[in-house]
């Protein structure tokens, strides 16, 4: 029964929460149904068991999961949330690159598209092995292992084996040829103390909108050995994943042709990809110079676009009973990853790079005589050194060059090699609890930019599921980033209880981060807009020593409670070299250097309360609420105003530098409401309202190299020139003022049905907030139904039936709203469609 509990640390007749150092739980079917709403001490905290996760959609990545939970926003393409290229998140304001993440303790990074120091929830774990995931909305643990949690947190944790022999299978089918396979082995306990699983899963479903096939595989082993000493887990993960990426629709506001407010059904509503459709796609679509219509503008359609991610993750952690007052627990880990951005369309859109390295005449063109985006063969009205036809002549060259058919590939490819090591010691004296911890990790990661032909003659060469590297040599490698990151995170933490009722807590983390990052191959002159010489190179170290928590939690009468919280937090900067919001992708060294000597790295300061209540009435009646109030003073914000705005947000593949930008403070006044109501065991109602008012403090400039000194004001306060974006006042684009989930299930005997319901409200789609997209109201059903178990002992057999977007609304999902100002980017939400799960378990 999907349902929210509250619970107390310091009440015994509430659950308690589990210790960060000890994240094991029961496996999944052995799990509470209950949503748990705990104040993790001082904190506030939502539990969602890996039963209701289930419930919500088989296979359902873990973050697309908590979307039904107060405060938060998870939006993708797909159903199941594994589609990270559009994926969206935030939690009380902050975006997801701004939160913690977790896989049993382990960094899973700050789960950025173009990935440099972790992997998704989804990546590092099947889905069906999860056993729960924690969001803290205000605040993480001060043990959380992460460098980015301005804002809270998400802990993902697996499944323990389960203590007796065992199997599961599940078999889900659906809309658009879904197929998911997943299988389960538990050996039960054995030997002294010993236990394990073995679990592999398939995905294979076509995307709603084209022929992209979504798809792969990944296997989990996990082996626990306990005793009265201490208890040893192993854990090992392996994906191979690709996902097809969705396209976005761009609009304009009304200086720039565009409507202030768009509708909700968009034209076009949404930008297929032609593949496998080669000759349609060269024919009649582009032009035999590999041009795009001009009609389209920004809203053209590439061919494919996918991402494709194999990762090797597994940890070893051992926690030792010192004493009955003294534990000990040690992680050692590693993760390896390797994966593309793919992307393959229109030479036109990219001749600007081509032209830049497959023109033996570049060097020596003037700049006025060189090919403009979308205009292959086409020579520039400035132009005088060229005739039209010698133009057209060097345009078919390129053509050639590129394989003849008038596409071109581009990737982005990652390496990641991650290893850390995570240690708390925990020490009970009675009425305090001491808790001292570090997280140390060396991160080695590379990222290649590199081009590659599209036979005409073999297409099936270029495909979104053959990785381009080893289907051919590139035609150039643009450029190649190399970073070197050590991470280094202190905590200290007193948990004292003052008395039976009052409970304190008071510590504080320090945060190191010493990066280097090298260009080992620099972008061509031209080929980068905004580069000015060569991408920015060198070290930036940041230490900050004392970053504080303190908080308390009144606990009135085992019913009600009381809590508060108070923190600081910081984000390091970002060591991604293929763009992103990091200073080495800024267009100088000399903007680089001002960066590492005068740049402030982000941080906040998070205030939370809240008060909670849980009671149980006659005839079976029970009801569970909470209500949460949060204040973030967010400071030094950053923003990347890229130098090539135009192709970003018209979905231009070539890139460009960006411009690093200090834009001042935001502060976020929010509240956070939710109730479960249960009459009897049949049916349950929960709902959860958010109300998040986020606003920026300060204007900022178009145009700096981004070390201003924010005022706190609405008179901008930046000594430098540039045109002024007028943000002070205004609300943070994305992020809507008001959400609401709604679940509400009957059980009736072996039969359950569920019905959730999403509300998002209106969202901002541009940092001065004169253009918006419209609020949605996502439905989805559930029906299910169990054989008995006296039917079949010890067997659990399910039938289920999922439909996802019930009602077939349109709109917006994801906002990209990049850094430009008269336009934004938007995603379209997936149709309804249907999914049967038949599982098993013995």
Known sequence: MFALATAVAAAPAFAKDAAPAAPAVAAPEDAGSDIVVTAKSTRSATTLPGTEIQKLLPGISPLKAIQTLPGVL?????????????????????????????????????????????????????????????????????????????????????????????????????????????????????????????????????????????????????????????????????????????????????????????????????????????????????????????????????????????????????????????????????????????????????ITVAQAYLDPAYATLPTNCRFSGNNNGVRPAACTALTDSQAAAAGAALVVATGGSGLITRTTEYRIDREGIISALNIDLGDHKIELGGWFEHNSTTQWRRWYAVDVNNPGSSSPYIRPLSAAAPLFTQYQGEARINQLQLHLQDTWQATDKLLLQAGFKTSAQWADGRFPVQPRAGSLSGLAGGLPQG?????????????????????????????????????????????????????????????????????????????????????????????????????????????????????????????GNVH?????????????????????????????RSDYFSSAIGIGNATGTCIGGYLVTGGVVPTCGKQLPGTPKWLNKTVATLSVGPFEAQVFGDYVGRRFSTFTNDASVSGYFLTSLRLAARLPEDVLPRRKIELSLNITNLTDEKGVSTLSIGSATNSYSAYPIAPRQFFVTLSAAY
């Open 539 to 663: 070290k930036i170290n940041t230490l900050r020593w004392f970053l504080p928590a303190v908080g308390a939690n009144y606990d009135f009468n085992g019913h009600e409670q009381l809590y508060f919280n108070v923190q600081k937090n910081l984000r390091q900067y970002q060591a991604y070299l293929a763009g992103g919001g990091g200073p080495w992708f800024t267009g100088s060294q000399a903007a680089f250097d001002t960066f590492a000597t005068q740049g402030k790295p982000e941080s906040s300061w998070t205030y939370e309360g809240g008060f909670r209540t849980k009671r149980s009435f006659s005839n079976g009646i029970g009801l569970e609420a909470q209500i949460n109030y949060y204040h973030v003073t967010f400071i030094d914000r950053l923003l990347a105003i890229s130098t090539n705005p135009g192709g970003i947000a018209g979905g231009g593949i070539t890139g460009g530098t960006s411009i690093l930008v200090n834009v």
């Open 74 to 350: 998870y939006i993708t393409a797909d159903p199941w949330g594994y589609n990270e290229q559009n994926a969206q998140i935030f939690i009380h304001g902050f975006a997801g690159n701004q939160l913690g993440y977790t896989m049993d303790g382990v960094p899973l990074g700050d789960q950025s598209y173009g990935n440099y120091n972790g992997l998704s929830p989804q990546r590092a774990v099947i889905s069906e092995n999860v056993g729960r995931v924690v969001v803290s909305t205000g605040a993480g643990d001060l043990a959380t292992a992460s460098n980015s949690n301005l804002g809270g947190t998400v802990e993902t944790f697996s499944s323990d084996p389960l203590k007796r022999l065992g199997a599961q299978a599940t078999q889900t089918v659906g809309s658009y040829g879904t197929s998911r396979t997943f299988v389960r082995i538990d050996t039960g306990t054995f030997g002294n103390g010993n236990s394990a699983y073995l679990s592999g899963a398939r995905q294979r479903a076509r995307a709603w909108d084209f022929n992209g096939l979504q798809g792969g595989y990944q296997a989990n082993a996990k082996f626990v050995h306990d005793d009265k000493v201490g208890k040893l887990t192993l854990y090992f993960d392996y994906n191979d994943f690709t996902q097809p990426n969705e396209d976005a629709t761009t609009f304009f506001k009304p200086s720039a042709g565009g409507t202030a407010t768009a509708v909700q059904l968009y034209t076009p509503y949404t930008k297929p990809f032609f593949y496998p459709d080669f000759a349609g796609y060269r024919n009649p679509y582009l032009s035999a110079l590999g041009n795009s219509p001009a009609a389209e503008g920004g809203n053209y359609r590439n061919y494919y676009s996918d991402a494709q991610r194999t990762d090797y993750l597994g940890y070893a952690r051992y926690d030792a009973h010192l004493s009955d007052r003294i534990n000990w627990s040690t992680t050692g880990y590693f993760h390896h990853n390797d994966g593309a951005g793919v992307v393959a369309g229109p030479l036109g859109q990219s």
């Open 668 to 696: 976020t006044d929010g509240v956070d409401a939710a109730f479960t109501l249960r009459l009897g065991r049949a049916f349950s109602l929960y709902n959860a309202t958010s109300y998040n008012l986020s606003k920026y």
